[in-house]
């Protein structure tokens, strides 16, 4: 659909918000809950003290600075390797998928359809994740990450059932 289908995608994503904020601002059941929410803070007064320091000088000039700056390190690696991941995924199914022999409008329906697939698999994974297994399965997650990408390195776009499988255990991470 060429230049068409880009506005059609567009238009549905303006559409949808305009709905959602029209929502937001003229619904009377959200507006009780904002009014509820102020009268309770109101009444027990604020939830979060907040704090005069910034998070900069927690980080360095705090007695437990090393501490939070390692926790900090941590998450920041991992999430830039998460969204790295991700978005290489995001934006290289389709390509992946050409150069192993699909067309353009097959690729894009197995994308489409390994999203849906993963909807469905994170659908079970929030099930997961507030039990007291939830460390376990993280570690099983990412070990099912680890094999997707060492998977697709290994062997590359040669074959479309290889990329929706590795696509489909890297789903499960």
């Known amino acids: 659909?060429?230049?068409?289908?880009?506005?059609?995608?567009f238009a549905f994503f303006a559409a949808v918000s305009l709905l959602i904020w029209a929502w937001r601002t003229f619904s009377t059941g959200i507006k009780k809950l904002h009014i509820e929410g102020s009268e309770r803070i109101s009444v027990q007064g604020p939830i979060i003290k907040k704090s005069k320091?910034?998070?900069?000088?927690?980080?360095?000039?705090?007695?437990?600075?090393k501490m939070y700056?390692?926790?900090?390190?941590?998450?920041?690696i991992y999430y830039i390797f998460w969204n790295f991941v991700a978005n290489t995924f995001g934006q290289f199914t389709t390509f992946m998928?050409?150069?192993?022999?699909?067309?353009?409008?097959?690729?894009?329906?197995?994308?489409?359809?390994?999203h849906i697939a993963a909807l469905f698999i994170l659908g079970v994974y929030v099930t997961i994740a507030g039990s007291a297994k939830r460390n376990t399965w993280f570690t099983i997650g990412v070990i099912?990450?680890?094999?997707?990408?060492?998977?697709?390195?290994?062997?590359?776009?040669t074959s479309v059932a290889l990329i929706v499988g590795f696509m489909l255990i890297g789903g499960c991470r």
Do not use: C, Y
Request: hydrophobic share 60%.
């Open 1 to 9: 659909m060429s230049v068409t289908g880009g506005r059609i995608v």
């Open 53 to 65: 320091r910034s998070v900069m000088d927690v980080l360095f000039h705090d007695k437990n600075s």
């Open 69 to 76: 700056l390692n926790v900090f390190v941590v998450i920041m």
């Open 97 to 114: 998928f050409v150069k192993a022999g699909a067309s353009q409008t097959l690729s894009t329906g197995i994308g489409l359809g390994l």
């Open 144 to 157: 099912f990450a680890v094999i997707a990408m060492a998977g697709l390195a290994i062997f590359g776009a």
